[in-house]
């Protein structure tokens, strides 16, 4: 086979690619083979080109080549073809040369993004690679088409992708023209991705919560924002990162903040705004801004909405970003608003929630991850690009419990016994509707839980378990309305927080807590029911590792 019988040439000009021969050439191969047809005395087989015919192409250099009207390829044929461009239709149309270097792991199909969409889709003509060139770290060659009827596509702007399963991801965007563009791609085994495709598949109960929001990692810093929140359930956090990396690869078929996983990437770019109309406008909404070389399009990945002014945060799909004082319209092109002020542009990680370490994640921004689920080890950027890093919580555990069966007290520890005397009340309670336990200033610890329980010494002597559903880490614990008219706590009473205070409900009862410093904690278990057992006690530590104990059941029968 020869590139002569691989290419036909009808008498109006469309040159079609024949057969089923794999065989590819360079444009500048497939110039000569038009000029070589062009200089015969008359046509031969199925290529109607001959010494009567106008001239079929013209050569600028060995890597532009202009196809003279009529004569045009269609895009089957352009797939034959590598190493530089092809213009026809007097410059309506252009096939232009990419040329991927870098090196990659294993079998990678790399992928190009085009206009927001997947050029040839999940499983492209150049496979794992075409037109390669081992000795120059030539990965792939092969032409993109940028220009149709008279129109740029996107700009001429394509995004090579690699996101094959188990490898690190990578991307890089590139604007096309005559010639060849180069895109530089590189990846390797990535080590912290290493579970089976088919088992992460049915990871669904990691979640994730999608918009503007507020999370407060505990950490000083109070609610700062975030446009997710995943929740990773009982996996891990890189197990958390497997999943995020299932969601995008390549061949998904997930929706991720309402576009085709393959696409999502993560906020791009943001701005304030002003003058809105006709509003509000939705997160994960497709916005659009000006026309012609001003036009772009984005997804809405957060919106903070506060009335006729606020910010937005998009992923660009296509066209450029807006400039100061640019309409911006929602998809149904009701709402509008006015860019104010600078478009920041920010920067996306290959993997959208970031980088892992194996054991925590590097974050990418804006990625916001339930503080629970995070160690001191982690860090997140919120949505101003300020990274948070969570403090150490710690987690006590008490095992060896019987559900149902078993009462649990897990205090702080004074002469191994309860710490009754852990706080003191600044301010008596008396009334009917008490909502607040004033232990005065400076004198809740710094490791207390944001919610739980204390015990509360009342005047007869009783200490009453009063849930409390938060504390200003100075002085005041928040209660819900809570009758002490019939039983009164004087001020100086004693208050202890009990860490664990209930009947179990499993075979083991956890607290946690920010840890602050090293404390030592009283532990009770306790079943005087239908298989009872002596009273168990015992202190236990609890340290920046956490702590734990384990009650020892000796039968009282």
């Not at 890597?63 to 007097?90: F, M, R, V």
């Not at 919106?303 to 910010?311: A, I, K, M």
């Not at 296509?318 to 309409?327: D, H, Q, R």
């Amino acid at each position: 086979m020869s590139i002569y019988d691989d290419f036909s040439i009808a008498v109006n000009g469309d040159i079609r690619h024949d057969g089923t021969s794999l065989i590819t050439y360079t444009v500048l191969e497939f110039h000569r083979m038009l000029q070589n047809l062009a200089d015969n005395a008359s046509t031969t087989g199925n290529d109607l080109i001959d010494i009567t015919s106008s001239t079929p192409s013209a050569r600028a250099t060995d890597n532009i080549i202009t196809l003279n009207s009529p004569y045009n390829i269609d895009d089957d044929a352009a797939q034959y073809l590598y190493n530089g461009s092809i213009e026809q239709d007097g410059g309506n149309t252009l096939y232009s040369g990419l040329v991927v270097v870098g090196s990659i792991a294993g079998a990678t199909t790399l992928q190009v993004v085009q206009n927001n969409a997947l050029y040839d889709g999940d499983a492209p003509f150049w496979g794992t690679g075409l037109n390669v060139d081992e000795a120059a770290n030539i990965l792939s060659r092969m032409l993109i088409k940028t220009k149709t009827g008279g129109n740029d596509i996107d700009n001429k702007k394509i995004r090579v992708y690699a996101r094959e399963w188990g490898n690190t991801y990578a991307e890089f965007e590139v604007t096309m023209g005559l010639g060849n563009s180069v895109a530089a791609i590189f990846t390797s085994t990535d080590l912290n991705n290493t579970t089976v495709v088919t088992t992460v598949a049915t990871w669904n109960t990691i979640t994730n919560l999608e918009g503007y929001q507020l999370i407060d990692l505990l950490n000083g810093s109070g609610p700062r924002p975030y446009y997710s929140q995943w929740d990773r359930a009982a996996y891990t956090i890189n197990q958390l990162y497997e999943r995020a990396k299932w969601l995008t690869r390549r061949g998904s078929t997930s929706v991720v903040y309402g576009m085709d996983g393959e696409l999502f990437r993560g906020i791009t770019h943001q701005w304030d705004y002003d003058n809105e109309q006709n509003g509000p406008f939705m997160e994960n909404d497709v916005i659009s801004w000006g026309t012609g070389a001003t036009a772009g399009t984005g997804a809405l990945l957060a919106l903070l909405d506060s009335g006729v002014t606020g910010t937005m945060w998009i992923q660009l799909l296509t066209g450029v970003p807006p400039t100061n004082n640019m309409e911006v319209t929602d998809s149904t092109a009701i709402a509008t608003c006015d860019v104010n002020g600078t478009v920041t542009s920010r920067s996306v990680s290959p993997v959208f929630l970031g980088q892992s370490t194996g054991s925590a994640i590097i974050g990418g921004f804006g990625v916001g991850v339930q503080a629970s689920d995070l160690t001191k080890n982690d860090k997140v950027f919120d949505l101003i690009g300020v990274q948070q890093t969570p403090p150490n919580l710690v987690t006590f555990t008490v095992y060896g419990l019987v559900s149902g069966q078993d009462r649990v007290l897990v205090t702080n520890s004074q002469a191994s016994t309860i710490d009754w005397s852990q706080m003191t009340l600044n301010t008596a309670l008396t009334a009917i509707n008490e909502t607040a336990v004033d232990v005065g200033t400076g004198n809740i610890p710094a490791d207390t839980p944001q919610t739980g329980n204390l015990r509360i010494e009342l005047d007869s002597g009783i200490y009453r378990l009063v849930p409390y559903l938060s504390h200003n880490s100075d002085d005041v614990f928040t209660i819900a309305a809570t009758d002490f008219s019939g039983d009164e706590a004087a001020a100086t009473n004693n208050v202890f927080i009990s860490y664990i205070d209930k009947l179990a409900d499993a075979a083991t009862a956890i607290f946690q807590v920010v840890y602050a410093l090293d404390r030592t904690l009283f532990v009770r278990v306790r079943d005087g029911g239908a298989t009872p057992i002596k009273t168990f006690e015992t202190t236990a530590g609890l340290s920046d590792a956490g702590g734990s104990a384990t009650a020892n059941r000796t039968s009282d029968v």
